[in-house]
């Protein structure tokens, strides 16, 4: 598992450098575009970093125009983070080079195999790690297997 988790990594860090991102880009985009706008807060909760390290994520997918953060109305303290349309199709663009890797690496299985190793993963996730389903992790599931 270790080695497959390397090639794929190494893979889809060559894949991902051209279009500007990394994986935490793509995880961050991911769960904006399948979560809608959050705050900054819920997104740091949602992705298990510190506030601090947040904003630098953010900034560098705002400098790349992927992201937008805006004021809340509701609360001028906080910040609504949403997925911009350049955002949108960088991160198509993204998931379409990551198909090309998951081929590339698991190439040997066909599709029923695939699907049936991606369900195992999610199982196996949801038991190591607590809470991993009330916390809305399930949905970056889909990124992270594909980084």
């Known amino acids: 598992m270790d080695h497959l988790a390397r090639r ?4 889809a860090e060559a894949v991902l450098t051209p279009l500007g991102l990394r994986p935490r880009h793509l ?3 991911t769960m904006l575009r399948d979560g809608g706008g959050c705050s900054q807060q819920t997104l740091a909760g949602r992705l298990e970093m510190d506030g601090t390290n947040v904003v630098g994520l953010l ?3 705002e400098k790349l125009g992927l992201v937008e953060r805006r004021r809340s109305p509701e ?3 906080r910040h609504v ?3 911009t349309d350049a955002g949108d199709e960088r991160l198509a663009k993204a998931e379409l080079a990551l198909a ?3 081929d590339e690496v698991l190439g040997a299985l066909d599709g029923k ?5 991606y369900d195992l993963l999610r199982q196996a996730a949801s038991g190591a790690i607590p809470g991993w389903s ?3 992790h399930g949905a970056c599931v889909e990124a992270a297997r594909d980084c």
């Open 113 to 117: 195999q695939r699907q049936a190793l």
């Open 59 to 61: 900034n560098d997918l």
């Open 27 to 29: 995880i961050t985009l």
């Open 81 to 83: 983070v949403e997925l």
């Open 134 to 136: 009330e916390t809305g």
């Open 100 to 102: 090309g890797v998951e």
């Open 8 to 11: 794929i990594r190494v893979r």
């Open 75 to 77: 609360d001028r303290r």
